[in-house]
């Protein structure tokens, strides 16, 4: 079998050299310049997923929703765990929690600026879940369940959602916010908006998460 994985990987490696590159195509090129044109933001990926492929991003944010409602549904009838598993040595504790300092500025430049750049909510909500789970695992569930619960986090992440919905079905009807110069912050329209929201929305979720799992698992 390991000589069936060389003679694949030189295979591939000759039809690597060998064969020529694809010629680029012109139509795709014009494609990318049309999205921008359309969404009045230079990150066409953005423009794809929140103007011209939103009906399909609405579903995505319900489905991410749901999966949060369920691992709280599927865990709620077990027993909470014993024991906690956590970083305790002092090294640790502060290289994790300067890497969530980092992934949660990380986060909010995404958010704010993922329509100008490589970025958007998606990646803004993933930074800012991993900077939360970084403090989780260095600090006490209870007090992390106390900050979750005085700064009300389950009803912003429900009201992030709600407005998300709202926006997008307002911008599918044709409504939209003039997009603005092209390049700069306040530009695109709605599309900075529901950037933020989506990072709201994942970031917020990602704690509701790292919660139950460390309540009913004892780690992340």
């Known amino acids: 079998m390991k000589l069936v994985y060389i003679l694949a990987g030189i295979a591939l490696f000759v039809k690597m050299l060998i064969m020529p590159h694809s ?68 090294p640790s504790i ?44 260095t600090s006490s569930y209870q007090w992390m369940q106390d900050i979750y619960q005085r700064w009300h986090a389950a009803i912003w992440e429900k009201v992030s959602v709600l407005v998300f919905i709202v926006l997008a079905v307002i911008t599918l009807s044709g409504m939209e916010l003039p997009h603005g110069e092209l390049g700069t912050l306040f530009s695109g329209g709605i599309l900075p908006i529901l950037n933020i929201l989506v990072a709201v929305k994942v970031a917020l979720g990602s704690w509701a998460v790292i919660l139950i799992f460390i309540r009913y698992r004892g780690l992340l």
Do not use: M, W
């Open 23 to 90: 010629e680029p195509n012109l139509l795709d090129i014009s494609t990318v310049e049309t999205v921008v044109k359309e969404s009045g933001v230079p990150n066409a990926v953005s423009g794809i997923i929140f103007r011209n492929r939103l009906y399909d991003t609405i579903f995505e944010v319900i489905v991410f929703t749901i999966a949060i409602l369920g691992a709280n549904f599927l865990l709620a009838n077990e027993k909470p765990s014993c024991s906690i598993y956590q970083f305790k040595d002092q």
């Open 94 to 137: 502060i290289l994790a929690r300067l890497g969530a300092t980092i992934a949660a500025l990380v986060g909010i430049e995404l958010a704010i600026r993922g329509h100008l750049s490589p970025g958007g909510g998606f990646a803004a909500g993933v930074a800012g879940g991993t900077a939360i789970g970084l403090i989780a695992i």
